[in-house]
C-alpha cells in the first residue's frame, strides 16, 4: 500500500562513511550529521530527503508536503488542490544550486536552474490584454492547463515517450500533448505534486548548458545526467502568468 512505503520508520542512526567532513553529533546514543538528520526529542531521529527535513509523528517519520500528523500519532494525506487555485512549482532537492527555486516554462519546456527565465510573448491590445498585468511567472491550474489568456488556451503534460513535462504551443498548433493535459499526476495542497508511479522526478542537466535543468518524469531508460528531485505546489495570487508561453 501506498501509504506506508512512503513513511520513514526512525532510522537507527547510520553516519555514512566518506561524507565531508562535518562534525558527528548525538541523538542519545546515536551518531548522526546534522545535514543529513535531524534529531527530535533528544533521542529520535528523521532523515532529511530532497533538502527538508522530514517530522517526527509518534514512531515514524514523514514528510509535511503530503501528510500531517493527526490526533493518536495517526498519519493523514493532506487535502489535494481543487479546480480553479493556480499555482506555481518549485523544487526540493539536495543539491543547493536548484533546491526552492520555481520551475519555468522556457521552450515550451519545464525547466530549473539560475539560467533559466519563463519565456513569454504577449499580445498587446488594451483594454483585452495589457501585457503589464502577467507576472510572467509560470502559473499552472489542477485542471491542466496553464494561467494564460491566449484564444484556445495552453496546457501542461507530460511526454509519454520523453517523461519531459511540456506546455502545449499556442495557436493552431496546440494539437500535440493536449490529450494528456493534467494526466498523471496527484496535486497536493502547497505539498507535492506527485508523479504516480514514482515517489520522485528528476532534474536532467541541458547538454552544453550552465544551469538549465529539465523536469522530466521518470520513465526514462537511464537516469545519467540526472537527479532526483521533489516538486511542491505554491499557491498562486490569482495574477495571470502570461498571455502565452513559449
Ligand atoms: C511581463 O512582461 C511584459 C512584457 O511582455 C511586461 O510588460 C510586464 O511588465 C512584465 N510583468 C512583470 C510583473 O514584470
Known amino acids: 500500500m501506498a501509504l506506508r512505503s512512503l513513511v520513514f ?25 546534522p545535514s543529513q538528520y535531524t534529531c527530535y526529542d533528544g533521542n ?9 527535513p522530514t517530522l517526527r509523528c509518534g514512531e515514524a517519520c514523514y514528510s ?8 493518536g500519532d495517526q498519519l493523514h494525506l493532506i487535502a489535494t488542490l481543487g479546480p480553479g487555485n493556480p499555482f506555481t512549482l518549485q523544487v526540493q532537492s539536495s543539491n ?14 519545464f525547466r530549473v ?24 511567472k509560470t502559473i499552472l491550474r489542477p485542471e491542466g492547463n496553464l494561467h494564460v489568456d491566449v484564444p484556445g488556451g495552453q496546457y501542461w503534460f507530460f511526454d509519454g515517450t520523453t517523461g519531459a513535462l511540456r ?10 500533448g493536449r490529450d494528456r ?44 545526467g ?6 511542491v505546489t505554491v499557491l498562486g495570487t490569482g495574477q495571470k502568468g502570461a498571455y502565452s508561453y513559449t
Open 181 to 224: 493535459a493534467g494526466m498523471g499526476v496527484i496535486i497536493y495542497t502547497e505539498g507535492y505534486f506527485w508523479f504516480v508511479g514514482s515517489t520522485y522526478w528528476l532534474a536532467c542537466k541541458e547538454p552544453g548548458a550552465a544551469a538549465v535543468y529539465n523536469i522530466v518524469a521518470p520513465i526514462i531508460e537511464s537516469e545519467a
Open 9 to 33: 520508520l526512525a532510522v537507527g542512526a547510520i553516519a555514512p562513511l566518506g561524507a565531508l567532513a562535518e562534525d558527528i553529533h548525538f541523538c542519545g546514543p546515536a551518531p548522526y550529521y
Open 96 to 109: 543547493p544550486a536548484i533546491n526552492g527555486r520555481p520551475v519555468e516554462i522556457s521552450g515550451l519546456r
Open 113 to 136: 536552474g539560475a539560467d533559466v527565465q519563463t519565456s513569454t510573448w504577449c499580445y498587446h491590445a488594451p483594454p483585452m490584454y495589457d501585457c503589464g498585468s502577467y507576472s510572467n
Open 44 to 52: 529520535f531521529l528523521c532523515p532529511i530527503l530532497y533538502g527538508q
Open 167 to 176: 506546455a502545449t504551443a499556442a495557436g493552431k498548433a496546440a494539437g500535440e
Open 64 to 71: 509535511p508536503d503530503m501528510y500531517f500528523c493527526g490526533a
Open 226 to 231: 540526472c537527479e532526483r528531485i521533489k516538486l
